[in-house]
């Protein structure tokens, strides 16, 4: 066949990159679609195309910005609350043979929208659409380094994961620019989830927390007593000893009040506990919060420094990325960790009332509110994307 196919041609001269920003975003936890949120704001809506699934496309759905529909690329398999390897490479087993059909997916909605840069957020096959099309491309991540999910498995699990791990560099080795959306060294959360390879650093731009909301205009919700602990623990079935012992807990704290935000039915609840199945947004209440007892997703540590709210640190058992996180917020002293073997009534009694009697958690707490203020890691992102997307548009 022809090499100068006219029918080629014809195809690829309709496609007419504009300065128009397609964000790619992951829906796997809340965190790749509260970034998209922040992101977005500072776009007008007709700026802006994002492509995702599931929970993610409903969120940005409903937030009234024009999303596509994309297929998930891989699905995460957990055993009792772990991330699960080997499962995972089983149910994914297929994933080269619907791979390219996805990159084509996405290459087709780049076109249909005439973008002139991608945004990747927790997906490989955007890079890869970019690539093809020769377009500009930007990854957004709290995570570079990846074979640590994969080192205290088997023999043969490790020898995947080294290829796994190559793999990742090598995708974001592929990008412009890799924004992590982190406070700059030597305040970030994520720095044991970075990589060290100079491919993968020299493309590294610190640009500060993404979050949706500006604290200033954001209205806290009203304190139910001088004491106010908020727990955000989602909807996961491990998590349900967590909120069981957090229960106890709060029977002999009796001078504090507990909002718990968690999908569980809990019949006979103290006096001091409210249990919250559904609300809008549990920010107004983070806000109003002495304390915060939840996980170490990144987002959600990005969200509580920007606030400038102490917390308790319980990351899901063996999750590599909360446990990192954990640790870190811990050792710049803005909250407490306990894992989840030593999470315990009496435990957690003790370091509520430790972080209510020592200033130095709300002092850093606030520290890194301010920080986070001055960075305004949203406009700078933006700033980064915008300039990407009308590089196109210069000659």
Known sequence: MSL?????????????????VYLSLSSEGLGHSSRGLAIAREFQKDEIVMGTYNYAL?????????????PQELELIGTKGSFDVRKTIIKNHTWALT????????????????????????????????DRL????????????????????????????????WIMKTWLSSAEEILIPDFPPPHTISIYNLSKNFRVMKRTRFVGPLVSFDTDELKAA??????????????????????DTIIEAARQL??????????FDVPNLPDNVIVHQSVPTILHYLKAADIVITQ??????????????????????????????????????????IEKPDFTPERVIETIKMIMSDSVYLEKAQYYSRLAREIQGRKRAATVIKEYAGRLQRY
């Open 4 to 20: 100068f196919n006219p029918q080629i041609i014809t195809k690829r001269k309709k496609f007419v990159p504009g300065n128009k």
């Open 58 to 70: 409903k969120r940005l759905t409903d937030n009234g910005y024009n999303c596509v529909a994309l």
């Open 99 to 130: 791979f390219n059909n996805i990159i084509n997916e996405e290459m087709e909605a780049i076109r249909q929208h005439n973008a002139g840069c991608v945004v990747a957020d927790g997906r490989l096959t955007p890079v890869m659409a970019a």
């Open 134 to 165: 020769g377009l500009p491309c930007i990854v957004i991540t709290n995570q570079s380094a990846f074979y640590p999910f994969f080192e205290k498995d088997t023999a043969l699990i490790r020898v995947f994961g080294k290829s796994f791990d």
């Open 222 to 243: 009203e304190r139910p007593a001088d004491k106010y602990i908020v727990v955000a623990l989602g909807g996961h079935a491990y998590r349900r000893p967590l909120l």
């Open 254 to 263: 009796k001078d504090y009040y507990f909002d718990v935000f968690a999908n």
């Open 296 to 337: 170490g997703g990144h987002s959600t540590a990005m969200e509580l420094m920007t606030l400038g709210k102490p917390s308790i640190i319980i990351p899901d058992y063996k999750q590599i990325e909360q446990e990192n996180n954990a640790l870190r917020m811990h050792e710049l002293k803005t909250s407490i960790r």
